[in-house]
């Protein structure tokens, strides 16, 4: 099922390429919906400023039509131009979803209000950049994306099927949608669990399943998912204020001072080669991976729990590689 954004494209593309030979019954046929939705979504493209019109012929059919003109054209520079254009790699973790198509779409008339004198310019400058590109593939979810937006966008209880890193099984529960997060290519769910009776985040690549279901809930009038993740240290948050003071040495050191990791990210006391930075969090799951990636050129300083934390894992590392190397697995 198409969300109502993908919808409303669908539906002016389909008015506009037709002339005004499309009534209620042809435009449901070809989206699939019904023709109350089609009214309703018609009624929601006008209120945005598209002037949707309706005709009534001589044997009393009334179609719809729109100029393809009246989507205004818009005059970029080059710098505008070569920002978008750069920004649609955004965008391709989601091909083969309802939102990778929407942004396609989106792109696409982007691109068509460019001029000549600014497609010469993308078509030597694209080719110059490269951007490196880690994050999910949603082309096999798109039916759970679909579901989970639709959740969001109607407040409509949601069950899910979710595997966790944690559990060797799927587990089976319904879901509050709250809100979609993405993170570095990666699509996260933040909502209620009605298991757990808490706020939760799950990322989208671990749903095997998903369905909105009829039953509405209501969304905290309060909720706001970034304040709600601003403790955070990438999309994990947790309940209990903490501050994480860690000391960087050698490029490490110049590493964080160019580089912002966290709103909260404060530059503290440093010499030379060696320089002390705090964050403000509410969880240290994600922040305790990154400082490990450092080796020892981070030392945790506060709090003591997660210096604790990050020395057991040392250690423990440190045990895996003194011991005699395994084997490699011969191939069968």
């Given at each position: 099922?198409a969300?109502?954004?993908?919808?409303?494209?669908?539906?002016v593309?389909?008015?506009?390429?037709?002339?005004?030979?499309?009534?209620?019954?042809?435009l449901?046929?070809?989206?699939?919906?019904s023709?109350?939705?089609?009214?309703?979504?018609?009624?929601?493209i006008?209120k945005?400023?598209l002037?949707?019109?309706?005709?009534?012929?001589?044997?009393?059919r009334?179609?719809?039509?729109?100029?393809?003109?009246?989507?205004?054209?818009?005059?970029f520079?080059?710098d505008?131009?070569?920002?978008?254009?750069?920004?649609?790699?955004?965008?391709?973790?989601?091909?083969?979803?309802?939102?990778?198509?929407?942004?396609?779409?989106?792109?696409?008339?982007?691109?068509?209000?460019?001029?000549?004198?600014?497609?010469?310019?993308?078509?030597?400058?694209?080719?110059?950049?490269?951007?490196?590109?880690?994050?999910?593939?949603?082309?096999?979810?798109?039916?759970v994306?679909?579901?989970?937006?639709?959740?969001?966008?109607?407040?409509?209880?949601?069950?899910?099927?979710?595997?966790?890193?944690?559990?060797?099984?799927?587990?089976?529960?319904?879901?509050?949608?709250?809100?979609?997060?993405?993170h570095?290519?990666?699509?996260?769910v933040?909502?209620?669990?009605?298991?757990?009776n808490?706020?939760?985040?799950?990322?989208?690549?671990?749903?095997l399943e998903?369905?909105?279901?009829?039953?509405?809930?209501?969304?905290?009038?309060?909720?706001d998912?970034?304040?709600?993740?601003?403790?955070?240290?990438?999309?994990?948050?947790?309940?209990?204020?903490?501050?994480?003071?860690?000391?960087?040495?050698?490029?490490?050191?110049?590493?964080?001072?160019?580089?912002?990791?966290?709103?909260?990210q404060?530059?503290?006391?440093?010499?030379?080669?060696?320089?002390?930075?705090?964050?403000?969090?509410?969880?240290?799951?994600?922040?305790?991976?990154?400082?490990?990636?450092?080796?020892?050129?981070a030392?945790?300083?506060s709090?003591?729990s997660?210096?604790d934390e990050?020395?057991?894992?040392?250690?423990s590392a440190?045990s895996?590689?003194?011991?005699?190397?395994?084997?490699l697995?011969?191939?069968?």
């Amino acid at each position: 099922m198409a969300t109502q954004s993908d919808r409303h494209s669908k539906l002016v593309r389909l008015i506009i390429l037709s002339d005004g030979d499309q009534d209620v019954d042809s435009l449901a046929t070809q989206l699939s919906i019904s023709v109350k939705t089609i009214r309703r979504d018609i009624a929601a493209i006008r209120k945005v400023g598209l002037p949707i019109e309706e005709r009534t012929s001589e044997h009393g059919r009334k179609t719809y039509w729109l100029r393809r003109d009246a989507i205004p054209q818009i005059k970029f520079n080059y710098d505008e131009a070569f920002a978008l254009m750069i920004c649609q790699h955004a965008a391709e973790p989601f091909v083969g979803t309802s939102l990778g198509e929407a942004a396609a779409n989106a792109f696409e008339k982007i691109r068509v209000a460019f001029g000549p004198v600014e497609k010469r310019y993308l078509d030597q400058m694209l080719p110059r950049v490269h951007r490196s590109f880690v994050g999910g593939d949603y082309t096999d979810h798109s039916e759970v994306l679909d579901a989970v937006s639709i959740g969001i966008e109607e407040s409509r209880a949601t069950f899910i099927v979710y595997h966790s890193a944690r559990s060797t099984e799927p587990v089976t529960y319904d879901i509050h949608p709250y809100a979609l997060a993405e993170h570095r290519g990666t699509l996260y769910v933040v909502g209620f669990s009605c298991h757990h009776n808490e706020i939760r985040t799950w990322k989208i690549d671990r749903m095997l399943e998903a369905e909105a279901t009829q039953v509405p809930f209501s969304r905290p009038k309060e909720f706001d998912v970034k304040q709600h993740l601003r403790g955070a240290f990438a999309i994990v948050s947790g309940n209990t204020p903490v501050a994480v003071t860690v000391r960087f040495t050698g490029s490490a050191a110049r590493y964080v001072q160019e580089k912002r990791m966290h709103p909260s990210q404060k530059i503290g006391a440093h010499s030379g080669a060696t320089v002390d930075v705090t964050f403000d969090l509410t969880s240290t799951l994600e922040i305790k991976s990154w400082i490990l990636s450092f080796g020892s050129s981070a030392e945790v300083l506060s709090p003591e729990s997660l210096r604790d934390e990050i020395k057991q894992e040392l250690q423990s590392a440190s045990s895996l590689y003194a011991e005699s190397r395994t084997p490699l697995m011969e191939p069968k």
